[in-house]
């Protein structure tokens, strides 16, 4: 917790603000840290939100106003221009709030926000323009269309911008009025406009910073700003202005808590490491702040415990296309690596230890199994913990998860207090889905249990046989002569699976020049077969079919055809087109392995080898 009497920096925007989520539902009220740490820390607080206020002005110097309808205005030289505070989300991403108004700039267009245009009318916004006015009146920026977001882009000459809308449309200076008029143009016949920098919130937060005896720095995302829902943040690292405050705050003081209030993990190990504590919070909690004021204050022990992993560098993840967690070694389950906070990770002011660990039985069939053990708090003040269970079974046929969340229970002890805990693991707990059989089985091998405080945290291990649910000496062959999903391969290389848009089984696509896709055990009747499969494929892209089995040999290549895409948003992601195709006629027989090689930008949804007379 705090030290007590202090005085300390309060540091960030986030921090006398609690932002609404998506789905967190209208907050009757709320309560930001701020105001609950000025009723119930007992030393002396410093605010400084870092961000910087601004005036902004035309090219040719005239100030931007508002008027008494709140219209953004080119005013006389002379005039007073509004005053904004600039909050700088990253990646681009700006808000303006006037803090005399409290409300924060928007555009609002003669296309409404809310309004789902067709082709014809996107194309004459395009062309026309939308003579959007900005306004400062946004009460709030929950929306699902961001209108109060700006792009502040350089011009290359010092404090010389162009201005984008939340739409990247350019906002213009039409006489006295200021536009966002939805053409699409290069920056060389956009507008410029002017910021003079009226306060540098920087600079004074590092002031506060070197005053004061610890540093509580505030920061995070706001819900619907760089990632939600239909919108995916450009990069995992924390937004470039967010961690340039952190360390230059270090600079000036070393005693750092940081807490993050986001929506999602940050890859910020370097940022962890300049800090002696981190919390983390989600939005959307009206109590936000006599939560974490409570936990900041000692008053209760944190107790939270993290349901994703946190990386430490967005290159340990893979392709936000790719659907296949296993093969591409996604989350918690199949990560083999070294993360910042694992899955299940979470501190307290106390301490915890999990010992003498029993299970029910040897083995886990259909009965299941129990697994107990003591919980004891080995620390000095009353806490909250949870207890983990997690499972892996090892010695399988097909790859069980690394680790797999089984049970959690959370509990409160006292200053040495014991508690016999017990978790039940049922048999279906160690189900996978079989590709050939095309359904979930429970197959022969050794669980692995594991009690901790998390995924990486194994402080109780068992080990048992897991006893199967059918016959795994009974060899099973594949049917190919009916549809057979592309995605119910045994192996795979330089591939992703990604969607088919309104299908719920994704397709596989080649991620490099070439990928093969494997099939075993494929039991074919002596005789003539074609095949068939739903494809979609840019130009140039080819499928060769091979089977293996006594030798190897090129059944087909096959040219696919150029199905092309489509895309009524554009720079969004493309929606491909889908067709059939039927190759050759060939002969087969006996057990083979089938391989797919698909060359070029291309993607196989399903396929099926048709017995011919």
């Known amino acids: 917790p705090l030290k007590p009497k ?9 921090a006398d603000r609690v932002y609404e989520d998506w789905y967190s539902g209208k907050m009757p009220y709320f309560v930001s840290v701020l105001d609950a740490l000025k009723r119930d820390y007992d030393g002396e607080i410093l605010f400084c939100d870092s961000d910087d206020r601004i005036n902004l002005y035309t090219e040719d110097g005239r100030p931007l106003i508002l008027d008494e309808s709140r219209i953004l205005k080119a005013g006389r030289k002379g005039e007073r221009p509004a005053d904004f505070k600039m909050e700088d989300w990253g990646f681009g991403a700006v808000t303006l709030f006037n803090e ?20 014809d009318e996107i194309e004459a916004f395009r062309k026309n323009g939308g003579n959007g006015r900005l306004e400062c009146s946004a009460e709030k920026l929950l929306s699902w269309f961001v209108s109060s977001l700006f792009n502040f882009i350089p011009s290359g000459n010092k ?48 002031a506060s910073a070197s005053e004061c005896d610890e540093v509580l720095y505030i920061c995070g995302n706001n819900p619907v700003i760089n990632g939600k829902e239909e919108v995916d943040r450009p990069s995992l690292k924390m937004p470039e202005r967010m961690s340039y405050i952190l360390k230059k705050v270090h600079e000036k003081n070393k005693q750092i808590v940081l807490l ?86 979470g501190l307290s002011y106390s301490d915890v230890s999990y010992t003498n660990g029993k299970i029910s039985s040897d083995k886990i069939d259909s ?9 004891e708090n080995t620390g000095n003040v009353k806490a909250a913990f949870v207890p983990q269970l997690y499972i892996h079974e090892k010695n399988c046929r097909i790859e069980f998860a690394e680790k797999k969340l089984c049970g959690f229970e959370k509990i409160i002890l006292h200053p040495g207090e014991k508690r016999r805990i017990s978790f039940k693991v049922d048999y279906a707990d160690f189900s ?45 062959y594949r049917n190919f002569t009916r549809k057979v999903w592309a995605w119910n391969f045994n192996e795979a290389f330089s591939y992703i699976l990604d969607e088919r848009r309104g299908h719920d ?44 089995g006594r030798d190897t040999k090129l059944l087909s290549r096959i040219s696919l055809p150029n199905t092309g895409d489509v895309c009524a948003v554009p720079g969004k992601k493309r929606r491909r087109i ?29 396929f099926k080898f048709n017995e011919r007379k």
């Open 260 to 345: 993050v209030v986001s929506s999602y993990p940050y890859a910020m190990e370097e940022e962890a490491a300049l800090c002696k504590s981190v919390l983390w919070c989600a939005h959307g909690l009206q109590e936000q702040g006599n939560g974490i004021a409570a936990v900041l204050c000692g008053q209760v022990s944190p107790s939270g415990h993290l349901t994703l992993s946190w990386y430490k560098d967005e290159r340990q993840t893979a392709s936000l296309d790719d659907y296949d967690v296993i093969g591409s070694r996604q989350t918690y389950r199949y990560f083999d690596g070294n993360v910042l906070f694992p899955f299940g990770y």
């Open 367 to 375: 009965a299941g199994m129990e697994v107990s053990f003591d919980a």
């Open 578 to 606: 889908w067709t059939e195709i039927c190759s050759e006629i060939f002969f087969m027989e006996e057990v083979n392995d089938i391989v797919f090689e698909i060359e070029g930008d291309a993607g196989i949804h399903w």
């Open 100 to 119: 005399d108004l409290h409300c924060w700039l928007q555009t609002v267009d003669d296309m409404p926000s809310d309004h789902q245009p067709d082709l």
């Open 432 to 476: 996978v889905y079989d590709v050939e059989l095309e359904e979930m089985i429970v197959q022969k091998g050794r669980a692995v249990l594991t009690v901790g405080n998390s995924c990486e945290d194994g402080q109780i291990i068992f080990e048992a046989d897991v006893v199967p649910d059918h016959d795994e000496e009974k060899i099973k």
């Open 6 to 14: 202090k005085k300390i920096a309060v540091i960030g925007n986030m």
């Open 159 to 206: 404090n010389e911008y162009y201005i984008r809308s939340w739409n990247s449309t350019s906002v213009r200076c039409n006489g006295s009025e200021i536009i966002a008029d939805g053409r699409e143009d290069s920056s060389e016949s956009s507008e410029i406009f002017i910021v003079k920098t009226v306060s540098d919130g920087i600079e004074k937060a590092c």
């Open 505 to 548: 089984i994704p397709a596989v696509f080649s991620s490099e020049k070439k990928c093969s896709i494997v099939y075993r055990n494929v039991l074919f009747k002596k005789g003539c077969y074609e095949f068939r499969a739903c494809i979609s494929s840019s130009a140039a892209c080819y499928l060769n079919i091979w089977r293996r």
